[in-house]
């Protein structure tokens, strides 16, 4: 094959790898919000049952268990109102722990609604991807793949994918070569004070001690 095809097979199979990484991640983030908000549904169970405690309060003196009430929200059906003494001591206790929970709830449940909003628009951006990649790569049309590259670098703070890096540069970015970093960290000198105040510069080898001379 040409340079150009190995390229081109080198940079499909690293974006097609990228984009699946990312796709099981945002699926795996989609799985545990959707338990969370299963959870955050229970609010109104939890808001209905502060309100029947409350609105009943005076049905329920110190060392109540238990009363039968009116179940307005289910058309004045009568239910046994067991109140749950082993984490509260007292009605009003247990009514304002549930609103407390309630609050929180759907404070919890808003914004799940929303990761949830964001994750949607990451999955059509990444599904959308996949189906270019696959075009490009029937096609063998290394065009389309930089620019499939380029947008998934552009949404990857929304989608999380990561940009794959290559042997080669496609697309005009090289990475910089590793020496630059070994030369500067070469220059880097251990630094000691003496006694009457003058500055010490000692080299972390014979070269570097050459260098100072």
Same mark, same amino acid.
């Given at each position: 094959?040409?340079?150009? @095809?190995?390229? $081109? ?5 690293? *974006? ?6 990312? *796709? ?7 799985? $545990?919000?959707?338990?969370? *908000?299963?959870?955050? %549904? ?19 003196? +110190?060392?109540?268990?238990?009363? @039968? ?5 289910? /058309?004045? !059906?009568?239910?046994?109102? %067991?109140?749950?003494?082993? !984490? #509260? $001591?007292?009605?009003? =206790?247990? +009514? ?19 990761? &949830? ?13 996949? &189906? @270019? ?6 096609? @063998?049309? =290394? ?6 590259? !380029? ?20 697309? /005009? ?15 880097? #000198? ?12 000692? /080299? ?5 001690? %050459?260098?100072?001379?």
């Amino acid at each position: 094959p040409s340079r150009g @095809d190995s390229r $081109s097979t080198r940079l499909l199979n690293s *974006l097609t790898k990228g984009v699946s990484k990312a *796709l099981t991640a945002i699926n795996k983030k989609n799985a $545990s919000l959707q338990r969370e *908000l299963d959870k955050a %549904e229970s609010l109104e169970a939890t808001m209905i049952r502060a309100n029947l405690i409350i609105s009943n309060l005076y049905r329920l003196p +110190a060392g109540s268990t238990s009363v @039968d009430v009116e179940d307005w929200d289910n /058309g004045g !059906e009568l239910v046994t109102l %067991e109140l749950n003494t082993k !984490e #509260y $001591s007292s009605a009003q =206790e247990e +009514a304002d722990a549930l609103f407390a929970k309630g609050r929180k709830m759907k404070r919890g449940s808003k914004i799940i609604q929303e990761l &949830m909003v964001r994750s949607v628009e990451a999955l059509e951006i990444l599904n959308d991807a996949e &189906m @270019d990649l696959g075009v490009a790569g029937q096609t @063998d049309d =290394e065009g389309m793949l930089v620019l499939v590259a !380029e947008r998934l670098e552009r949404t990857s703070s929304k989608t999380g994918f990561q940009m794959p890096s290559l042997d080669e540069d496609v697309g /005009g970015g090289q990475s910089k070569p590793k020496q630059n970093k070994n030369k500067k960290e070469n220059q880097t #000198y251990r630094k000691f004070t003496s006694p009457s105040g003058l500055q010490v510069l000692v /080299g972390r080898n014979k070269r570097q001690n %050459e260098s100072i001379c």
